[in-house]
């Protein structure tokens, strides 16, 4: 089992910048592959970002790309979301996800493990 906590997120004003963290506990020496994701209110749960365990490889959702970057640290078992430029449309509640035999890092239903999630709100 692996327990995934989000952090970081909070209101900001269009064009600003907020940093995700995600810490993950218990059965952290597996490699996992850590994602993120974002579901606003009456939409679908959305791929924004994931990276491989040893964070040579990483994906981004083609809404992000070029104003998110995905970063982790694994000698603190923690796994970052630097979100640049944000704008209204990038309001939702960000999830952090983790799997150990990932085939789709872009698919939600691929990962067993999810965080409760944290809000960010992008004002206009």
């Known amino acids: 089992q692996v327990q995934l906590e989000e952090s970081g997120g909070g209101l900001v004003q269009a064009g600003g910048s907020l940093r995700l963290s995600c810490v993950a506990s218990g059965r952290t020496s597996s490699r996992y592959v850590m994602g993120w994701f974002r579901q606003a209110p009456g939409k679908e749960r959305e791929f924004v970002a994931a990276?491989?365990?040893?964070?040579?490889?990483?994906a981004y959702g083609d809404s992000v790309k070029g104003r998110f970057t995905i970063s982790r640290d694994s000698t603190k078992n923690t796994v970052y979301l630097q979100m640049n430029s944000l704008n209204p449309e990038d309001t939702a509640v960000y999830y952090c996800?983790?799997?150990?035999?990932?085939?789709?890092?872009?698919?939600?239903?691929?990962?067993?493990?999810w965080g409760q999630g944290t809000q960010v709100t992008v004002s206009s």
């Open positions: 990276i491989s365990w040893g964070g040579g490889n990483t």
């Open positions: 996800a983790a799997d150990a035999n990932l085939q789709r890092p872009t698919v939600p239903g691929e990962y067993d493990y």
